[in-house]
C-alpha cells in the first residue's frame, strides 16, 4: 500500500489539490491511516467544484464505500497474519508447558 500514500505525498509537494481540505489533520489521518479513501476524496473534491458529489452524486458515494471497503480490507490483510502468527507462538509455548509438566 505504498503507492497510494506515494502519490498523496507527489501531489503535496508539487501540486495545491490538497487546498481542499481544512488543515492537515485529515491529509496526515488519511495518509496514515486510509491513503485509497484520502486519494479519492481528494479526487471528488478538486473535479466536483468543492463539493464530494459533483454531477454524479451516486457514483461517488459508491465509490467512496468501496475505497474504505478496500482500505479496511488491505489494512485487515496486513495485520492477520501478525495475530496468526502471534497465536501460533502462543501455542507452542502452551504445548511446552505441557510436556514439561507431565
Avoid: C
Amino acid at each position: 500500500m505504498i503507492a497510494p500514500r506515494i502519490l498523496l505525498l507527489f501531489l503535496w509537494v508539487f501540486t495545491n489539490s490538497t487546498a481542499v481540505f481544512q488543515g492537515w489533520f485529515w491529509p496526515l489521518a488519511g495518509f496514515l491511516l486510509m491513503p485509497l479513501t484520502t486519494l479519492l476524496l481528494l479526487f471528488l473534491r478538486v473535479y466536483g467544484n468543492g463539493t464530494i458529489s459533483g454531477d454524479y452524486p451516486i457514483l461517488a458515494v459508491i465509490l467512496l464505500l468501496a475505497a474504505i471497503y478496500l482500505d479496511l480490507d488491505l489494512s485487515w490483510r496486513a495485520v492477520k497474519p501478525i495475530k496468526e502468527e502471534h497465536s501460533k507462538k502462543e501455542n507452542n509455548k502452551k504445548e511446552k508447558r505441557k510436556k514439561s509438566q507431565s
